[in-house]
């Protein structure tokens, strides 16, 4: 599993939005929310290359780059990571925290009752 900074998952983050994308467009869409200079995005970018979590090509003067990862594979991938090293593995003491400090909102409940309810739908066709 390629591990991230908080900084190159802002950058990949931004990238997922649309890629493939260049710096420029990666930089401007991160100019909103953070105050890096532009040479410090493009170290990030660099960073993530030798990573492995980014490609790119080289269009003339740009380069143009594209994630190798999903959105939704990386935060599964470290979200499994994140309750094995802290809970064992098991998502119940970790759901059970937030309800016990009360961080839970209905909507929340809610989606969990109907992923709940939908994976013992399936459970059962099996």
């Given amino acids: 599993m390629i591990e991230l900074s ?3 998952f802002d950058v990949l983050d931004a990238l ?6 260049t710096a420029s467009q990666i930089i401007e869409r991160l100019s909103d929310d953070k105050q890096w200079h532009e040479k410090t995005i493009k ?3 660099g960073r993530l290359v030798k990573k492995g ?3 790119f090509e080289k269009d003339g003067r740009q380069y143009i780059y594209t994630p190798c990862m999903e959105r939704a594979d990386y935060t599964l991938k470290e979200s499994k990571n ?5 809970f064992s593995g ?3 003491p970790l759901v059970s925290g937030f309800a016990k ?3 839970l909102s209905q909507q929340d409940i809610n989606e969990l009752k109907k992923v709940i309810d939908d994976w013992e739908k399936n459970k059962s066709k099996d």
């Fill in 16 to 21: 997922w939005i649309n890629y493939p994308a």
């Fill in 43 to 45: 170290t990030l970018l």
């Fill in 6 to 8: 908080k900084a190159e």
């Fill in 53 to 55: 979590a980014l490609t």
């Fill in 82 to 86: 994140f309750i094995e090293r802290f």
């Fill in 90 to 92: 098991r998502i119940a």
């Fill in 101 to 103: 400090s009360e961080q």
